[in-house]
């Protein structure tokens, strides 16, 4: 297939766009999205191209905007509601949790709520404790909502298009150090990835590396690190924290014996608290070392870009744990 | 993928002789390793690099255990990984030297627990292996996988495998090591306090324990040497061009090999209800060391090696001992021993046996003293006293006294030893 390399932020820009072309009722509405073209330039040109009637600005009111999602969804349009950055959208848990999430069960199967909720997560630029949160498992906590959360701009492309066209509401995270990544994103505008399909982004067989988003590349960066020590990793990329893809995960790990779980996201009740129960609950007679964890610090994070960093994994922290179980 | 290079023996880690990243040939000392007998060189065993040290000076290692990696040339050269982002770049950079991530241990904790990966446990119990005889090689000593699917069972009699013979006595009583049997430690300035090194306290270890456990008979005999040392004359002269030298140690390993090859209950070892009899002989020599210590090295196979042959093996085996040189395969497998103190003009001595032995050879200097001949005038001749110590478990005192009797026929008539 033929394809392009593309910043994640374009790939994704790519797929709203064709998908707004597609399909008009698929709109984008929140703060910034119209004349200021996105906070992350991701809705750039599109107030040009689609008018004020699908490409809407709202003030500054998360719960509005999630709930006029909720409401507009399940009055048969697609919405894609931007949350600017998902540390403001705690403000939209009730309607996104209660209301969207609930709805279709509570309704009987009367109403859907296809509502892609898009939301920049993540940390780096000394954002400080209130604006560096990486929650996504907040949401994948509760039944009836999905969560999307692509490492590369290929699989943003098309997982993105697959959230819009899914009946179900839906968190899309986009990793705010993932956006300027290039990746081949592929020239096909029904590029659909399957929804709750991980990936098996490297084959190895001494120890499986569980992660998502931004987890990728540390992940990656270990890997070739490592496999100059002869250690051979197998990089399981999530790709959507619910539907969870175990078996994936217990297909990988019954082949290296070892994993080590890397998040982004802080360690208590975490993804990797979740993955690492699941592999000693169905994988026990399999596990020929402790399931290891490599999280952010449990702390708030700091001010100070030294202690910022500190605060987060990255490639050597993931080689440590890698040789800790070896 | 990188080549384990592995302990053969248990000890502990004396010395580093190559550094993580250096180019190694296979054969190349890397390391040297205190045994319980005494210090060992472990050899890397292909070429490469050394791409990970995984054991620090100091550390009580056990066999089986990795103690390096050994890789392919480049391996550890290679280019560095593809670039971080910016935010990773800037951290600090790899520490040069890694982290040892295997050290072995006791896979059992101090409860008595034993430390096992849910899957080598699950291996484990599909090929009924006793996880109590595995050795773990994971972090802390853990049992893994790798451990148990490597594991092979020590219980099978191999009877023609080399050294087939067991390092210890089987169910050892407790053995009285530790200075608490003794009382308290004296202080002050009349007395040094010393530490026993790792050989003095396995030679206390297995005296003791032989003292306990063996009953020990004795039977002396006395041999005219006269015979012998005419004929190693002849010998070495007869050898000089090819620089070999014949000693009378030399002649008498032979002639105790000839002699157990002929009473081969005396090669066997007690095992409580079994008794293991060698098909081999390989005689054990015990060599004093110059740090105030012993070894016994190995002559294999002393009933089937030429003396030419044997002399020179020898040699090269007590100057690596003295040196401090030892091979694994110099101290493995002896199924008797000869002590031979007649370098220093005692007349005779006892010795005591090394378990599961069931015997060894005293030998004392050969003098020159007044003899009766044959025809009852009196004489000078050249005698040498030999004390056999025998486990009473697997032999009587005649059988003790006919090894003997044989023995010094072979010295006195020792054309015997050539044919």
Same mark, same amino acid.
């Given at each position: ?326 | ?76 050269? #290679?280019?560095? %990984?593809?670039? &971080?982002? *910016? +935010?990773? !770049?800037?951290?600090? /950079? =790899? $520490? @040069? ?57 020590? #219980?099978?009699? %191999?009877?023609? &495998?080399? *050294? +087939?013979? !067991?390092?210890?006595? /089987? =169910? $050892? @009583? ?246």
């Amino acid at each position: 297939m033929a394809a392009k390399n593309l910043p994640m932020r374009d790939a994704l820009r790519r797929a709203l766009m064709e998908e707004m072309e597609r399909d008009e009722n698929v709109f984008v509405m929140g703060q910034e999205v119209g004349v200021w073209q996105g906070t992350h330039r991701v809705t750039q040109g599109f107030l040009e191209k689609f008018g004020e009637r699908r490409v809407r600005d709202t003030p500054i009111s998360e719960m509005a905007i999630a709930g006029a999602a909720v409401g507009a969804a399940m009055a048969g349009l697609r919405p894609v509601a931007e949350m600017m950055t998902i540390n403001f959208a705690f403000l939209a848990l009730d309607a996104m949790i209660n209301h969207a999430a609930k709805i279709h069960y509570m309704f009987n199967g009367q109403f859907k709520v296809p509502a892609v909720f898009r939301a920049a997560s993540g940390w780096g630029n000394q954002a400080t404790a209130t604006h560096s949160h990486t929650p996504e498992v907040i949401w994948a906590h509760f039944p009836g909502m999905y969560v999307a959360t692509p490492a590369t701009a290929g699989d943003a492309y098309g997982m993105l298009k697959t959230a819009i066209r899914n009946d179900n509401p839906i968190l899309f995270s986009e990793s705010i150090g993932l956006y300027p990544r290039p990746g081949q994103v592929p020239d096909d505008p029904d590029y659909m990835l399957p929804i709750g399909k991980a990936d098996v982004k490297r084959e190895g067989k001494h120890v499986t590396l569980v992660t998502y988003a931004r987890g990728l590349e540390w992940c990656t960066a270990a890997a070739k690190e490592l496999e100059k020590d002869g250690v051979q990793c197998e990089i399981v990329d999530m790709r959507w924290l619910r539907p969870l893809d175990t078996a994936t995960v217990f297909e990988s790990f019954k082949k290296t014996n070892r994993a080590v779980i890397v998040e982004e996201s802080l360690p208590f009740y975490s993804f990797g608290s979740e993955i690492a129960a699941q592999i000693q609950e169905h994988c026990f007679d399999y596990m020929d070392a402790p399931v290891k964890r490599v999280s952010a610090l449990d702390v708030p994070v700091p001010y100070s870009h030294d202690l910022e960093l500190m605060c987060f994994p990255n490639a050597q922290k993931v080689v440590e744990a890698v040789k800790s179980i070896l | 993928m990188a080549q384990d290079v592995k302990l053969t023996m248990d000890g502990t880690l004396l010395n580093w002789l190559k550094n993580a990243g250096d180019a190694v040939k296979s054969g190349e000392i890397i390391a040297e390793v205190e045994a319980d007998k005494a210090t060992v060189e472990v050899e890397a065993p292909a070429d490469g690099v050394l791409v990970k040290l995984l054991a620090e000076v100091g550390d009580e290692l056990t066999e089986g255990t990795v103690i390096a990696q050994i890789g392919a040339a480049g391996e550890a050269s #290679a280019p560095a %990984a593809a670039p &971080e982002p *910016p +935010a990773e !770049a800037a951290e600090e /950079p =790899a $520490p @040069a030297e890694e982290k040892p991530t295997a050290t072995a241990s006791a896979s059992v904790t101090e409860d008595g627990r034993i430390k096992a990966s849910p899957l080598a446990r699950n291996i484990a119990r599909e090929k009924g292996i006793d996880l109590a005889q595995v050795q773990g090689t994971g972090p802390d000593g853990r049992i893994v996988k790798a451990d148990v699917e490597s594991f092979t069972p020590a #219980a099978a009699p %191999a009877p023609e &495998e080399a *050294p +087939a013979v !067991a390092e210890k006595a /089987p =169910a $050892p @009583a407790p053995a009285l090591s530790g200075r608490q049997t003794y009382g308290k430690l004296p202080s002050g300035d009349d007395v040094e306090i010393i530490d026993a090194s790792k050989m003095r306290r396995a030679i206390a270890e297995n005296t003791v324990l032989s003292k306990q456990m063996v009953p020990h008979f004795y039977v002396t005999a006395e041999i005219d040497m006269d015979a012998l040392m005419a004929l190693r004359s002849q010998l070495n002269a007869s050898l000089e061009q090819e620089g070999i030298k014949i000693t009378v140690n030399d002649l008498i390993v032979k002639a105790v090999a000839l002699t157990l090859r002929k009473f081969p209950n005396l090669n066997t070892h007690y095992y409580g209800d079994k008794l293991v009899r060698h098909k081999r002989v390989n005689v054990g020599i015990a060599v004093a060391l110059p740090n105030n210590g012993l070894i016994n090295v190995v002559s294999p196979d002393a009933d089937r090696t030429a003396l030419s042959a044997m002399a020179v093996h020898h040699k090269a085996m007590f100057d690596r001992a003295r040196e401090g040189k030892i091979r694994p395969e110099d101290i493995r497998g002896a199924t008797f021993t000869v002590s031979n103190l007649g370098a220093y003009d005692v007349e005779h001595f006892s010795a005591i046996i090394n378990p599961p032995e069931a015997g060894i050879l005293a030998v004392g200097s050969a003098r020159k003293v007044p003899v009766v001949k044959p025809d009852g005038s009196l004489g000078v001749g050249t005698r040498m006293k030999a004390t056999i110590s025998v486990d009473h478990r697997v032999s009587d005192g005649a059988e003790g006294a006919q090894f003997m009797q044989h023995f010094r026929s072979l010295l006195e008539n020792p054309m015997k030893l050539l044919v």
